[in-house]
């Protein structure tokens, strides 16, 4: 996913009211732009880093522009719009980059489902049934570290996904858990069970009822977003 019109570059003056950040560009233009990610953005920036965001030009809009990837404290790059996850994740479907998941004949996004009045990510059809794919974004890294965790705050609403993919499975039909890891530098993804530990025990039960766990990292740059690699999920 190649970004267009480009991105533009500045600095992270501070992100407040979990929506709003304020930034300066590097003509020294002073923003405040649209911050969407809802979760606490735990390791994934810092002040004074560099941001990167896409200007609009909608003059209905309040803000203008929306932030798009953070430089981490750790020297990464995150791609911090969570709604970028769904859309790289159907776009490597599309291209067979997830091979688990090829052969589907019809992709439908936000199908209810389940027993808690849910609505599932992507409903796959196969010549032999569907697969129902919940896809959760993945920013959370540390220092020294290749091995990046979820969630970075508490998730009820996750655990309840989760909850929601196991009924299925153990019904006999099949349920996935996709991490899409939107941070460079990455080689597995765990559950982070010191942040999230009913998300972590959660996530174990599922994997227990059969539901497949499975992590894709992203190269992010400045240009482009794209999946390009399988990686493991540690349980221990």
């Known amino acids: 996913m190649r970004f267009n019109p480009p991105l533009?570059?500045?600095?992270?003056i501070r992100r407040y009211k979990r929506f709003l950040t304020d930034i300066e560009t590097v003509t020294g233009e002073l923003l405040t732009i649209h911050c969407p990610n809802t979760g606490s953005m735990l390791n994934c920036m810092v002040?004074?880093?560099?941001?990167w965001f896409s200007r609009s030009n909608d003059p209905k809009r309040k803000l203008p522009g929306t932030w798009e990837i953070a430089e981490t404290p750790q020297g990464r790059l995150a791609c911090v719009n969570t709604a970028r996850a769904n859309?790289?994740?159907e776009e490597a479907l599309h291209a067979g980059v997830i091979s688990e998941l090829n052969g589907f004949t019809a992709l439908k996004r936000e199908v209810p489902y389940g027993q808690e009045n849910s609505r599932i990510d992507f409903r796959l059809d196969y010549p032999d049934g569907a697969a129902y794919v919940e896809v959760k974004s993945v920013t959370l890294g540390f220092d020294g570290s290749a091995i990046?965790?979820?969630?970075?705050?508490?998730t009820q609403r996750g655990a309840k996904h989760l909850r929601e993919l196991a009924h299925l499975a153990r019904d006999g039909v099949r349920a996935v858990?996709?991490?899409c890891v939107n941070l460079s530098g990455i080689e597995a993804v765990r559950p982070a069970v010191e942040i999230d530990p009913a998300y972590a025990a959660a996530l174990r039960e599922a994997k227990a009822a059969g539901v497949e766990v499975l992590a894709y990292g992203v190269r992010v740059t400045p240009e482009e977003v794209c999946v390009d690699r399988r990686l493991e999920v540690l349980f221990d």
Request: proline fraction near 4%.
């Open 87 to 89: 859309q790289l994740i």
């Open 177 to 179: 858990q996709l991490y």
């Open 47 to 51: 002040e004074g880093g560099q941001v």
């Open 8 to 12: 533009e570059e500045g600095r992270l």
């Open 148 to 154: 990046a965790a979820f969630p970075d705050a508490v």
